[in-house]
């Protein structure tokens, strides 16, 4: 009997252990690591992506995010009866792995249909992968292991490392190269993933298959000596006992009490999740549109409306490129998507603070009962949403400024919000909005709300442009394009020095009519007080400079 579990420890000692628990844990550990990596990098960027680059209004976009969101959670209920009925655990992983890893690499690319696609993906693979891979953990222990609890911690620490570098590193790569770049990143983490994950295998079967022999025949053991002889059993009914007054509760009546309980639970915690959910929506795009992201800086550089009458420019200047920096610090931005870094950041470093506080309640008889501990989630979660209440009404008022008409190319719609449309090479026509819907037209009145990105300004002055004008800035651009290859092979053969300056003039002609510039650009040597104004005058001739 007791050599059983003996031998059984010592082939795994055999197999090596890391902290106490067998190796093939941490197989769980780093796969599940890369697939909550991808699955929160992407997660920071969608709806920034459906908002900033696709130019979706907010509440599409958050219905898409939804429906997205509610069908990850639901799919995995029936991932979880296919790998029962059909698939298996192990198979399941890898099937919903691949599954995953098609979705991200499907988001890399730009067309509606690859988006939808993409999502779809995810959502399957989720369905498959997710319910599966945490039950491997449990198959790893015995019932009555004493290590199985923090096992699952080890575990859960995984996930929330993923959850910690996914948007941090999708996020950077979407700052720098763009949002199809990190949701490639997404992807790449995944295929990490999965191939961490059929590297180990073999070692997480041979340990769930000696766990379930070992339990097998300790229950043949256990039934063999408690087997007792029918005519040896001595079984007594009380005198005193009375039939159906006994004060023992029946297996249905406790049945319902714990369902009503379960019930109960789950209603609070359906409460909770749709609030924390909001971190990677509409608290996302309040990172991105309402918050100073200039992390070393007390406050980021002001976006100044400019006062246009009669569809001519008044103002001379946008603050839209980099701005001399007043305030001290650092001009570094972080992207909205790293902050959705900030929540595990905090679980993570807070574990064992928690850990060692249930210890000390529990040694005192106070410890706070599992409902309990999740009521205080809630109310804590309440709190936080009263303080950006607050914060909202403060920092979401609107800032105006006077327009009396809007410059030509530009349209409203009944809600006010500022668009253009163009035919498309099918003929088709297609719609343009500016601001993601953060720019409104009432009143005469130009109405903004929140941070007004550079791109919103940049299209929407593009609409207004003329048609000479567009096309003295493409002769601009395959100029200075032209010019920078040059520049570059010039610097590699030693002929310019490498710090030499240079520049590409083009001729405005007189019909663009009356230009002002509106943004400037930064100095080639990155001197932040300096700026190369987009328009200049040489001698008579008016050019356009970059």
Known sequence: MNSQPEALELSQNGRGEILGHPTCLFTLFFAEFWERFSFYGMKALLILYLVNYLFWRQGEASELFAWYAGLVYATPILGGMVADKWLGARWSVVIGGVIISIGHFLLAFEPLPFLYSGLACLVVGTGFLKPNISTQVGSLY??????????????YMGINLGAFFGPLICGYLQVEFGYHYGFAAAGVGMVVGLFVYLWGMGRVVEREQSIVQLDAEITDDNVADNVEPVEERNIETPATATPGLSKEPTPARVYRDRSIVLIVICFFAILFWVGFEQAANVMNLWADQNTNLYVFRMSPPPVEVPDVAGGEVSADLLSTGPQ??????????????????????????????????????????QQPSTPMKMLFGVFFLSIAYGIMLLAAQTEGRETSAALAVLPTGLQIDDNGSIYSTAENEEGHTERTDYGATRLRFEDGTLKMR?????????????????????????????????????????????????????????????????????????????????????????????????
């Open 142 to 155: 015995r019932q009555s292991d004493e290590r199985r609890d923090s096992a699952f911690t080890i575990f």
């Open 450 to 546: 929140g941070v007004l990105t550079d791109l919103d300004w940049m299209r929407a002055l593009g609409a207004t442009a003329t048609t000479d004008l567009k096309k003295a800035v493409e002769t601009l651009a395959e100029k200075a394009e032209e010019r920078a290859e040059e520049v570059r092979h010039a610097k590699a053969e030693g002929t310019m020095e490498q710090d030499a300056k240079w520049s590409v003039k083009v001729n405005l002609p007189e019909s663009v009519g009356p230009f002002v510039p509106v943004a400037g650009l930064p100095s080639r040597d990155g001197d932040d007080e300096e700026t190369v104004p987009a328009v200049e005058w040489d001698g008579e001739q008016r050019v356009l400079k970059a």
């Open 324 to 365: 001399p920096n007043t305030t001290g610090g650092s001009t570094w931005r972080m992207g909205a998507a790293m902050t959705q870094s900030i929540n595990p950041f905090f679980i993570i470093t807070l574990a064992a603070v928690f850990a060692w506080l249930w210890q000390y309640l529990e040694r005192k008889g």
